[in-house]
């Protein structure tokens, strides 16, 4: 086999998704690896070194009051906002099992229901977006209870 074939071979192989090549002939072989590099090793990241979420750049947000609660995503997809028109808007009350939105996931819409009742003080979730498990969807402000 001469040089050109064997340059041949190293050029197939770089655009290739495969990491080794093989070539037999007549009494001869010849086997060309490219070098495959090895995965990043994880490493702990501090709170400070962490880039800013990929899809929206914001200020961070002030850590809530203590008495504020939040109705979290109850799994991994992208939220649909319930329409303003149900009262899904800052400001608004809303009561315990209420549909605040929905997440689709795998092609299927799924209600996002308040657990607790109050009064919307922000929504944390533009419509559209991705979300994980967990993040805070909006953030609620208990009702008083009323006195007679």
Same mark, same amino acid.
């Given at each position: 086999m001469d040089i050109a074939k064997i340059e041949e071979l190293i050029n197939i192989l770089k655009d290739a998704r495969v990491s080794e090549l093989t070539l037999r002939g007549k009494g001869s072989s010849i086997t060309v690896k490219k070098a495959v590099a090895p995965p990043p090793?994880?490493?702990p990241v501090s709170a400070k070194e962490k880039p800013p979420h990929p899809m929206k750049h914001q200020e961070a947000a002030p850590d809530p009051a203590p008495e504020s609660l939040a109705i979290t995503a109850p799994m991994v997809g992208i939220f649909h906002a319930a329409p303003e028109d149900r009262g899904v808007r800052p400001g608004a009350?809303?009561?315990?099992g209420q549909i605040v939105g929905a997440i689709e996931s795998m092609k299927l819409m799924n209600d996002v229901?308040?657990?607790v009742g109050g009064r919307i003080t922000e929504v944390a979730v *533009? *419509?559209?977006?991705?979300v994980e498990y967990g993040q805070t969807l909006f953030r609620l402000e208990p009702l008083k209870a009323e006195s007679k």
């Open positions: 090793t994880a490493r009350s809303i009561k315990p229901v308040a657990e *533009d *419509d559209g977006l991705p």
